[in-house]
């Protein structure tokens, strides 16, 4: 496998990671296997699959899946790539909702990787995920499947349009939340994701955190929490729209790095 010479082209630990999925096989596999010699298919494939990295593909839609809170997630251009710092938004729901019992929304469930894993982390918790693309719950649910959460409801909704009457013990999001001129989203992994998934064209990013805040209180129970991500420098403008909709017990939650990541707030019993 050409590995050296890829790595011209592209990082040696992503020449690797792309020859040990062309393989089948791990990266610990092919350092004690330096000399093998693919077949003409699979060095095929492992050119293809460069090329395509080399033109900026992210690696998670060539290997196909990507890994959060220690499980893999498959993905695809239909969802957003899961990243480390959505993590601080499934330690701050843990953290606050109570451990028994309750009832759960995921919106913009995407992949379905915060859905998915609070009902894995708490199997006694009745969890729903929606989204407005057809596509991400096809992505989402084949998730389920493959790690064994038969009991999430998926729903297509755009945010709540399709939840009239339903309430919640916490609502969890991921909003898209990437201002419409933000010049990263012409940049890296950025250009090849669904853009509906990282901004909703507001001038300020905070369109989809507005509605979802506004919206939360006609389904959220008495006591409920809200929790949703957003960017690295909206954690005041989230303070201050939580406060006008009277949520109590505010938390700017940071993620590993120490950037405030997460807003949470209790709806008002």
């Known amino acids: 496998m050409a590995i050296a010479e890829a790595s011209a082209r592209i990082p040696r630990r992503e020449a690797e990671l792309l020859a040990a999925h062309v393989l089948r096989v791990d990266r610990a596999w092919l350092a004690t296997h330096p000399r093998h010699v693919p077949d003409a298919e699979q060095a095929a494939t492992y050119d293809l ?3 395509a990295r080399a033109l900026g593909t992210p690696v998670a839609y060539l290997l196909g899946e990507r890994e959060f809170y220690s499980r893999p997630f498959r993905v695809d251009n239909r969802v957003l790539i899961p990243r480390p710092e959505t993590e601080t938004l499934v330690e701050a729901a843990l953290e606050r909702v109570p451990a028994a019992a309750a009832s759960v929304l995921d919106l913009g469930t995407g992949s379905g990787a915060v859905a998915l894993t609070l009902a894995l982390e708490r199997p006694q918790w009745a969890v729903t995920a929606v989204d407005a693309s057809e596509g991400a719950l096809d992505c989402a649910q084949e998730n389920a499947e493959a790690l064994g959460c038969g009991d999430v409801v998926f729903l297509l909704s755009d945010w709540y349009a399709a939840l009239e009457g339903w309430r919640f013990d916490a609502i969890v999001a991921n909003p898209p939340y990437v201002a419409q001129a933000d010049p990263h989203l012409a940049q890296g992994d950025l250009r090849f994701e669904p853009r509906q998934a990282l901004t909703d064209d507001s001038e300020d990013g905070l369109g989809s955190i507005r509605a979802i805040v506004a919206g939360a209180g006609a389904h959220l129970n008495p006591g409920g929490w809200l929790l949703l991500e957003h960017g690295y ?37």
């Open 49 to 51: 699959t460069v090329e």
């Open 233 to 269: 420098d909206q954690a005041e403008a989230c303070r201050a729209l939580f406060a006008a909709h009277g949520y109590a017990d505010f938390a700017a939650v940071a993620d590993l790095a120490g950037i405030a990541r997460v807003a949470a707030g209790r709806f008002p019993s």
